[in-house]
């Protein structure tokens, strides 16, 4: 067949079920060349967030992505067009920021974030390493990182500071990468189930990503309709009170890898927002229903997309 899923789309569809069960899920698959060139890539995702849009999704979650450093002018106007068009039409977009530390993607150096996650227009989300009891007890996070592969994250070369990340301590000129962010961890991940029907561990950026997708789905379902763009909602929720209720905020850990051509030093988690991992991990049970309180535009809620 032309289009198979693999084991991406299988994990993806698995986690956003998980935590939104109730959700409609659109599976939407890529031809088989879409990894072999960043251009291949581009234009694949380009037409899953254009595809999304027109099947009037509530959220796309997107566990792929490309480093800004790979792509043409061209390229990027074109997805953020889509991004725009997605917003309009009150679409949440929750892309992963990548599995390769500071320098973002597999297709390599230099230092660089990835698109579509660098776009202002998008909910971008790293990896956390989670320490929690058996029972489910939350004990604590950190960023992800085990030297070869880490959360994606840091600055953009191609767009400007969004508004919600004005005044932020470690803002900088630019859009910073990412958001937020979940566990991605391997050793203390969701059992999943692959396409053999055998149990596995997910983990990386790939599994934070739908994590994200099924709380914005509760979130969606408990306001009753489509949130759409929550970015500058979330960062308001970070500036206020209730910060350390809806996040867990992660303070260690860093971004820096070690690739076949060398050392990639990239950056620290602290308190706050930071370029590993964001504004922290979701305490669904405060913040779906705040989110779903904070957000005030939209149309009724409907279906989920990928």
């Not at 254009?50 to 480093?67: F, K, P």
């Not at 790979?70 to 067009?81: G, S």
């Not at 309009?88 to 230092?111: E, K, N």
């Not at 602290?270 to 957000?295: E, F, H, I, K, M």
Request: hydrophobic content about 40%.
């Amino acid at each position: 067949a032309p289009y198979l899923a693999g084991p991406e789309e299988v994990t993806d569809t698995e986690m956003v079920h998980a935590f939104a069960p109730g959700a409609t899920l659109d599976v939407i698959l890529t031809p088989p060349n879409t990894a072999t060139s960043p251009a291949t890539f581009a234009a694949a995702m380009t037409k899953t967030i254009q595809e999304g849009t027109a099947r009037h999704a509530a959220v796309i979650s997107m566990s792929a992505s490309v480093g800004e450093h790979f792509l043409t002018h061209a390229e990027v106007a074109r997805m953020h067009v889509a991004l725009e068009r997605a917003r309009d039409q009150h679409v949440t977009v929750a892309t992963s920021s990548g599995d390769s530390g500071a320098i973002a993607t597999f297709f390599g150096p230099p230092v660089q974030v990835s698109m579509p996650t660098s776009d202002p227009l998008v909910l971008g989300v790293g990896g956390t390493i989670l320490d929690a009891k058996p029972d489910g007890k939350y004990l604590g996070e950190m960023g992800w990182n085990d030297n070869t592969e880490a959360s994606g994250g840091g600055y953009s070369t191609l767009f400007r500071r969004p508004s919600y990340q004005d005044g932020l301590p470690r803002a900088r000129a630019t859009r910073g990468v990412p958001d937020v962010a979940a566990n991605a961890d391997g050793l203390n991940a969701m059992a999943t189930v692959n396409s053999y029907g055998q149990l596995r561990s997910d983990s990386g950026t790939s599994s934070s990503a739908p994590l994200w997708g099924g709380v914005i789905a509760l979130a969606d379902q408990q306001a009753g309709r489509h949130l759409g763009f929550i970015n500058p909602a979330l960062y308001a929720i970070a500036r206020g009170p209730a910060y350390h209720r809806a996040f867990h905020d992660v303070i260690t850990g860093d971004n820096s890898v070690i690739w076949p051509t060398g050392v990639y030093t990239g950056y620290n988690a602290g308190p706050g927002w930071d370029p590993v991992t964001g504004l922290g991990s979701p305490n669904a049970q405060y913040l779906v229903p705040l989110l779903a309180r904070t957000v005030r535009s939209g149309p009724a809620a409907g279906r989920g997309s990928r």
